[in-house]
């Protein structure tokens, strides 16, 4: 989707948007390319969890209060990979999962007697 200065910032305009550069033209976020294609998947997800919450905590808000309210959570979900990775925040359950068949070196170490 292209935006444009005169794009509308309506709700309805927004369930149109698709890749992370679209949300950041259309909240007017300046933004680093090569740091969303590195991050993209996880400043989304993150979006996702903070709108839904957004939404919860102020169901009767009008249009123009959701969406800056939506804009402040793509800049908070922009911002925490700046300074946090993907492995630390845990979005996905690739990263919330626990290997089934990998031993640690600190079980090795605790079975084998070697403090350390």
């Given at each position: 989707?292209?935006?444009?200065?005169?794009?509308?910032?309506?709700l309805?305009?927004?369930?149109?948007?698709?890749?992370?550069?679209?949300y950041?033209?259309?909240?007017?976020?300046s933004?680093?390319?090569?740091?969303?294609?590195?991050?993209?998947?996880?400043?989304?997800?993150?979006?996702?969890?903070?709108?839904?919450?957004?939404?919860k905590?102020?169901?009767?808000?009008?249009?123009?209060?959701k969406?800056?309210?939506?804009?402040?959570?793509?800049?908070?979900a922009?911002?925490l990979?700046?300074?946090?990775?993907?492995?630390?925040?845990?979005?996905?359950?690739?990263f919330?999962?626990?290997?089934?068949?990998?031993?640690l070196?600190?079980?090795l170490?605790?079975?084998?007697?070697?403090?350390?």
């Open positions: 989707m292209t935006l444009t200065a005169d794009t509308p910032r309506t309805a305009e927004f369930t149109k948007l698709i890749d992370t550069e679209d950041l033209n259309f909240f007017g976020i933004y680093d390319p090569t740091f969303v294609n590195v991050n993209r998947l996880h400043i989304l997800k993150q979006f996702s969890l903070l709108i839904t919450e957004v939404d905590a102020f169901p009767d808000l009008s249009e123009s209060k969406l800056e309210k939506y804009k402040l959570a793509f800049q908070e922009y911002e990979f700046k300074t946090s990775s993907p492995l630390e925040t845990k979005l996905f359950k690739v919330q999962d626990a290997p089934q068949n990998v031993v070196l600190d079980d170490t605790k079975e084998a007697g070697i403090l350390q």
